[in-house]
């Protein structure tokens, strides 16, 4: 069964760091990795889509990267700010003949210090 | 822009009653999903549907049951509600993509806090 790992569990950052968000996965025959943020009390708000093809996806400040090869995927926020301030969770989605799987990581909570 | 509509944002119900939590999405969407969401476990998937009265279990089915007579609608059941049902509940739509199952992104609805007594 899949497995979806993200490091650290919490981060604070002062405002305007660039900082780093990793998601790992255990199989590496993947659909999409997607990136979500989650605000207190909020439902999911999605960020980017990295499809299997792909290897990058970017969104204004913040780029997606994914590495089939090493079951990794990193999200890059540059200049943070205190709005960047969420938990953010990565999903692998799997899809093959008569079989579907959705697994999502258990997030990072971001907090950015003005 | 996608609205996912959620019919409640809490719900109080008691043990062994028939719970019924409705999702409305107004963009035409195929897949629909159904999701819990528990400290520690983080979002894990109940059922999806990727076409009016179609239906596939996700990764934890049991004790649950879902209705989409109609494209915007997808209705999660608790059959007899247990107090181990208190959960966060999270319904999200997307697009179809090219294959059969999904490869668009996710939309999500705000949640139902359930609560079970």
């Known amino acids: 069964k899949q497995e979806v790992t993200q490091i650290p569990a919490a981060l604070s950052v002062p405002e305007g760091e660039n900082l780093v968000l990793n998601c790992s996965f255990t199989d590496s025959a993947i659909y999409n990795l997607q990136w979500f943020r989650q605000d207190p009390g909020k439902g999911l708000t999605s960020l980017l889509l990295?499809?299997?093809?792909?290897r990058e996806q970017t969104s204004g400040r913040l780029n997606a990267s994914l590495d089939k090869s090493s079951g990794r995927s990193t999200l890059y926020i540059a200049a943070s700010q205190p709005g960047d301030s969420a938990t953010y969770l990565c999903?692998?989605?799997?899809?093959?003949?008569?079989?579907?799987?959705?697994?999502f990581g258990k997030g990072t909570k971001l907090s950015v210090i003005p | 822009d996608v609205k996912v509509t959620q019919s409640s944002r809490y719900l109080v119900k008691r043990t062994g009653e028939k719970v019924f939590l409705e999702c409305v999405q107004d963009m035409d969407h195929e897949n629909m999903f159904w999701y819990r969401q528990d400290p520690g476990l983080g979002l894990r998937l109940i059922y999806f549907?990727?076409?009016?009265?179609?239906?596939e279990k996700g990764d934890i089915p049991e004790g649950y049951s879902v209705s989409r007579e109609k494209k915007e609608r997808f209705s999660l059941i608790l059959e007899s509600a247990s107090t181990n049902q208190t959960s966060m509940y999270l319904c999200a739509s997307s697009l179809i993509g090219r294959d059969w199952y999904s490869n668009q992104p996710q939309h999500f609805g705000d949640g139902t806090r359930l609560s079970i007594l």
């Open positions: 549907s990727y076409d009016v009265k179609m239906k």
């Open positions: 999903a692998w989605e799997y899809s093959g003949a008569g079989s579907y799987q959705l697994t």
């Open positions: 990295i499809q299997s093809s792909q």
